[in-house]
């Protein structure tokens, strides 16, 4: 097992202060522990599951073209602070149109728009636990049917592979039990890219891996599957030259003789999600709102843009000749304290 340097710098300190000890590396044994979660952890697992699946709802009803991958992101972001996270479990990741086929796209800077697909991968931590949740939506709230056929056979094929999850299967194996190679038999038999070409390439990832204290938690990837283990099931499919990537991912825990999908309640189904967006777009028409602006209409939100951007205009110009300002840029800021994390979008000065 490899030694960091920082692990490397405990070592060595131990066998100052201690050189009679004889040191043992315990880390593989630790992980397996880790592994197997105790009705406590996989309570707490369930609450970040929950909060996850909230904030997902409510991406599904905010989007619309015309929106940044950022306002997204932060939507999410609310949802898990407002419902007891005290940080995400990692980067949000809200890549629209070509950002939907980078499978860690982080920049959240892109404009989404009429006809894109969007991969909402976002999860939120709780008591130290992560989930780790993907769903893939269409910017206006309705698939194309190129699109769609993609994403059915992304379903397909975690379905596939979710009907397999028992004890003993695992994601790596050679034999009959790899939930990978169900995955990605079904992609690779089903649809063809635009040179007619099979669809397995374009599945680039592993097929899951487990959750717990760390999003990709410890312990070997590949050891048989056991009761208590929470995992995620995660195909895809990512086709650069369309600018189409999907991913549906899910919580799953192994149980005694089978497997419970802790992340049932959001929908999968993609005429669920339309009806969803739908809906929740016929509300924004009858009540005139924009939730990322309140109740305000757009030529008021317009206006008052106008307005404070004319004060700030006002107030550079006064302080020029004090201050001289470097070019401004825009970019997100993470800023971890022991108990909380926060997003934000913010204007930085350049160096």
Same mark, same amino acid.
């Given at each position: 097992?490899?030694?960091?340097?920082?692990?490397?710098? #405990?070592?060595?300190? &131990?066998?100052?202060?201690?050189?009679?000890?004889?040191?043992?590396?315990?880390?593989?044994?630790?992980? $397996?522990?880790?592994?197997?979660?105790?009705? /406590?952890?996989?309570?707490?697992?369930?609450?970040?599951?929950? &909060?996850?699946?909230?904030?997902?709802?409510?991406?599904?009803?905010?989007?619309?073209?015309?929106?940044?991958? +950022?306002?997204?992101?932060?939507?999410?972001?609310? #949802?898990?602070?407002?419902?007891?996270?005290?940080?995400?479990?990692?980067?949000?990741?809200?890549?629209?149109?070509?950002?939907?086929?980078?499978?860690?796209?982080?920049?959240?800077?892109?404009?989404?728009?009429?006809?894109?697909?969007?991969?909402?991968? #976002?999860? $939120?931590?709780?008591?130290?636990?992560?989930?780790? @949740?993907?769903?893939? @939506?269409?910017?206006?709230?309705?698939?194309?049917?190129?699109?769609?056929?993609? +994403?059915?056979?992304?379903?397909?094929?975690?379905?596939?592979?979710?009907?397999? &999850?028992?004890?003993?299967?695992?994601?790596?194996?050679?034999?009959?039990?790899?939930?990978?190679?169900?995955?990605?038999?079904?992609?690779?038999?089903?649809?063809?890219?635009?040179?007619?070409?099979?669809?397995?390439?374009?599945?680039?990832?592993?097929? /899951?891996?487990?959750? /717990?204290?760390?999003?990709?938690?410890?312990?070997?990837?590949?050891?048989?599957?056991?009761?208590?283990?929470?995992?995620?099931?995660?195909?895809? @499919? +990512?086709?650069?030259?369309?600018?189409?990537?999907?991913?549906?991912?899910?919580?799953?825990?192994?149980?005694?003789?089978?497997?419970?999908?802790?992340?049932?309640?959001?929908?999968?189904?993609?005429?669920?999600?339309?009806?969803?967006?739908?809906?929740?777009?016929?509300?924004?028409?009858?009540?005139?709102?924009?939730?990322?602006?309140?109740?305000?209409?757009?030529?008021?939100?317009?206006?008052? %843009?106008?307005? #404070?951007? %004319? &004060?700030?205009?006002? +107030?550079?110009?006064?302080?020029?000749? $004090?201050?001289?300002?470097?070019?401004?840029?825009?970019?997100?800021?993470?800023?971890? %304290?022991?108990?909380?994390?926060?997003?934000?979008?913010?204007?930085?000065? $350049?160096?």
């Amino acid at each position: 097992m490899a030694v960091t340097p920082t692990k490397k710098s #405990v070592v060595e300190w &131990l066998e100052l202060a201690a050189p009679q000890a004889k040191l043992k590396d315990v880390r593989a044994q630790i992980g $397996a522990m880790r592994q197997i979660k105790s009705p /406590g952890e996989i309570a707490f697992l369930k609450e970040a599951i929950g &909060l996850t699946l909230d904030s997902h709802l409510e991406a599904m009803k905010l989007m619309r073209p015309g929106l940044y991958e +950022y306002q997204v992101a932060a939507k999410m972001v609310e #949802v898990h602070a407002w419902g007891g996270s005290e940080a995400e479990g990692y980067a949000p990741i809200v890549g629209a149109g070509p950002n939907s086929t980078a499978l860690h796209y982080d920049k959240l800077s892109r404009k989404i728009e009429n006809g894109d697909i969007v991969v909402l991968d #976002v999860g $939120a931590q709780y008591a130290g636990y992560s989930a780790d @949740i993907t769903r893939t @939506i269409p910017a206006n709230g309705k698939f194309t049917p190129r699109q769609r056929e993609i +994403y059915d056979i992304v379903l397909g094929a975690q379905n596939a592979a979710l009907a397999a &999850l028992k004890p003993g299967m695992d994601f790596c194996g050679k034999g009959d039990k790899n939930v990978h190679k169900i995955a990605y038999n079904y992609i690779n038999s089903h649809g063809k890219d635009l040179q007619g070409k099979a669809l397995g390439q374009y599945f680039i990832h592993g097929l /899951g891996h487990h959750i /717990g204290l760390n999003v990709h938690d410890a312990g070997d990837h590949c050891v048989p599957f056991q009761p208590g283990m929470v995992i995620t099931i995660e195909p895809g @499919i +990512y086709i650069p030259e369309e600018n189409l990537g999907v991913r549906i991912e899910d919580d799953v825990l192994i149980t005694e003789f089978g497997a419970k999908l802790l992340s049932e309640r959001l929908p999968r189904n993609p005429d669920e999600i339309e009806k969803i967006m739908a809906e929740a777009a016929t509300a924004r028409t009858k009540g005139g709102k924009d939730e990322t602006h309140g109740d305000n209409s757009s030529e008021e939100t317009a206006a008052d %843009s106008a307005a #404070v951007r %004319s &004060l700030i205009d006002k +107030y550079a110009k006064s302080i020029d000749a $004090a201050i001289p300002l470097s070019p401004l840029t825009s970019g997100w800021i993470r800023q971890t %304290s022991p108990s909380s994390t926060l997003w934000a979008r913010t204007r930085l000065r $350049a160096n």
